[in-house]
Nanobody, 131 residues
Framework: QVQLVESGGGLVQAGESLLLSCEFS????????VVWFRQAPGTEREFVAV????????????YYADSVKGRFTISRDNAKNTVYLRMNTLEPEDSAVYHC????????????????????WGQGTQVTVSS
């Protein structure tokens, strides 16, 4: 059974940075795409960024929501079974609970970004950005 544990959330001021971590266990990490979603109160859970399954020696591919492109960076360390989300230049609109999730359905060339495609979820970590 796959388990995911997020950490790194907190309270910061606008313009500051945070590094979120998602630790994966229970299966072969390299066979899973890992995504970050976020959910603010009263809103739907929305896609933030995703790291694809790796292929041979090629690095995983990354995709971002337009709202975070250029500010957030997703990366994965296969030796540590961990995916990171570096969030720079944070804005109050980034305040939400951030969840990571994993799926084995993707490939190197196609990575789902729809919530329903992800079977395993972490408990979430709160990010609050003050203005």
């Amino acid at each position: 059974q796959v388990q995911l544990v997020e950490s790194g959330g907190g309270l910061v001021q606008a313009g500051e940075s945070l590094l979120l971590s998602c630790e994966f266990s229970g299966r072969s990490f390299s066979n899973y795409a890992v995504v970050w979603f976020r959910q603010a109160p009263g809103t739907e859970r929305e896609f933030v960024a995703v790291s694809s399954i790796a292929m041979s020696d090629l690095p995983s591919r990354s995709y971002y929501a337009d709202s975070v492109k250029g500010r957030f960076t997703i990366s994965r360390d296969n030796a540590k079974n961990t995916v990171y989300l570096r969030m720079n230049t944070l804005e109050p609109e980034d305040s939400a609970v951030y969840h990571c999730a994993a799926t084995s359905r993707g490939t190197f060339y196609f990575t789902p970004i729809v919530r329903s495609e992800y079977d395993y979820w972490g408990q979430g970590t709160q990010v609050t950005v003050s203005s």
